[in-house]
């Protein structure tokens, strides 16, 4: 297996370079590029491997997020049957689409989506993965303006599509709609632990925000807390204002804690979160695939079944119509043994990566909860310890 960067930007070394194949990704160095609404974030992509399709052992080369999404839509469209790592959204509040702290996150969504694909074992063989990793610009901007069909839409109109899928793949499941669809216990199982896992995942989610946004209004009221009892020791000549003074200073120093710690919740707890909802998202969209893959097997079988019959009587009639009708039933079931092959393949597929997905996000979700109970005990030592350092002043005040 290749060794890659894992998701979450950690580099593994191979032992020796010339003898185990590897391939890491970083995406780094955002910058903001043109004015007003044709402004946009360009991100440096460095690649490093020593595989022998690629150009060299390391290339860089500029990327924008819409060049991260034509990877995406192309490996949607080619890889029936395998997971697709989500995108992150794209912003459409200017105020947000820009700021440093959206910038960060971006970032790190988009290097995770990279590198989950070099880490999957079908997907780091795309051709169009090494195009992204080592076309420059001018051909990336080339090919992004060639591609046609779902390609040539823009990121807001492929996300349209994804959500009118999403809403297909509910219709079935819910019952509103009755087209042809598979009986098989196991995928019913699977569709029903994907909407749970879905709705369970956001209201995590949801809670973990409120939690960020709980820590950010604590850390603004203590330093605005800080200054006004900074401002009231400063009218006390005495030992109280000197008290007064250490709490304001203390209360602004626990506040920097608190945005700081704000800012670690968002990024390891509520970011992995929020990505494993696309993740669901994704997975649902590849659902959609096989739901549609099941029916035109469904359609292509019964219409060659029709063909075979129709052929038979003119058979029967020695009718001059044979020839045709035979070459119109051979062409029929060489298309409909396709179909039912790629509706295997795509099963196939599908359980062995319900089985990888489960697997690693086992794995990243035990990481981002050890992190946030590490950064929740971290905050409340840091807290008690700042609050008890002033006790025996404030009692020395309170005594005298």
């Known amino acids: 297996m290749i060794a890659t960067r894992s998701v979450s930007g950690s ?23 043109g004015n007003g609404v044709q402004a946009y974030i360009s991100y440096r992509v460095i690649t490093k491997t020593n595989l022998p399709e690629y150009q060299g052992p390391e290339k860089i080369v500029i990327r924008r997020y819409s060049d991260f999404v034509w990877l995406h839509d ?29 910038i960060e996150m971006r970032r790190q969504a988009l290097d995770i989506f990279v590198n989950r ?11 169009d993965l090494r195009t992204f990793l080592q076309a420059d610009e001018e051909t990336m901007e080339r090919l992004r303006s060639q591609e046609t069909g779902i390609f040539k839409k823009k990121p807001t109109d492929f996300m349209q599509i994804f959500k009118d899928v ?70 006390e000549g005495n030992s109280l204002g000197k008290a007064f003074s250490e709490l304001g200073t203390k209360s602004e120093t626990l506040s920097v804690k608190l945005q700081k710690e704000a800012h670690q919740l968002l990024m390891n707890f509520e970011e992995p979160l929020k990505d494993y909802v696309r993740a669901v998202q994704s997975i649902k969209a590849t659902i959609a695939e ?10 292509l079988a019964e219409t060659t079944k029709l063909k075979e019959i129709n052929l038979n009587k003119l ?9 045709e009708a035979e070459i119109e039933y051979q062409e029929l079931k060489v298309e409909s043994e396709e179909a039912t092959r790629m509706f295997e393949m795509i099963v196939r ?6 089985v990888r997905f489960q697997e690693q996000k086992t794995l990243d979700m035990g990481i981002a909860f050890h992190e946030f109970a590490k ?26």
């Not at 070394?13 to 194949?21: G, H, I, L, V």
């Not at 058979?315 to 020839?323: A, I």
């Not at 950064?375 to 005298?400: F, H, V, Y």
């Open 375 to 400: 950064g929740q005990a971290r905050l409340a030592n840091g807290i008690a310890n700042a609050w008890r350092s002033l006790i025996p002043k404030l009692e020395a005040c309170s005594s005298s």
């Open 117 to 127: 694909i070099a880490l999957h074992h079908e997907l780091q063989q795309s051709e």
């Open 74 to 102: 192309r490996l949607f469209e080619k890889y029936k049957g395998i997971f697709i790592p989500p995108l992150p959204e794209k912003s459409a509040v200017e105020k947000f689409r820009f700021s440093a702290e959206f």
């Open 315 to 323: 058979t029967l009639m020695r009718s001059d119509k044979v020839g």
């Open 349 to 354: 597929l599908m359980n062995e990566e319900i």
């Open 290 to 299: 096989r739901a549609n893959a099941f029916r035109r097997q469904c359609e």
């Open 166 to 235: 999403q809403s297909k793949v509910s219709d079935v499941v819910l019952g509103k709609e009755k087209p042809v669809e598979e009986s098989n216990p196991e995928y019913e199982k699977l569709k029903h632990y994907i909407f749970e896992l879905e709705n369970h995942l956001a209201e995590a989610q949801k809670h973990a925000y409120r939690l960020v946004k709980r820590h950010r209004e604590l850390g603004q009221s203590l330093s605005d807390f800080g200054k006004a009892v900074k401002l009231l020791g400063a009218c």
């Open 11 to 33: 580099s593994q070394s191979p032992r020796s370079p010339s003898s185990q194949p590897y391939l890491s990704v970083s995406v780094t160095d955002p910058v903001k590029l």
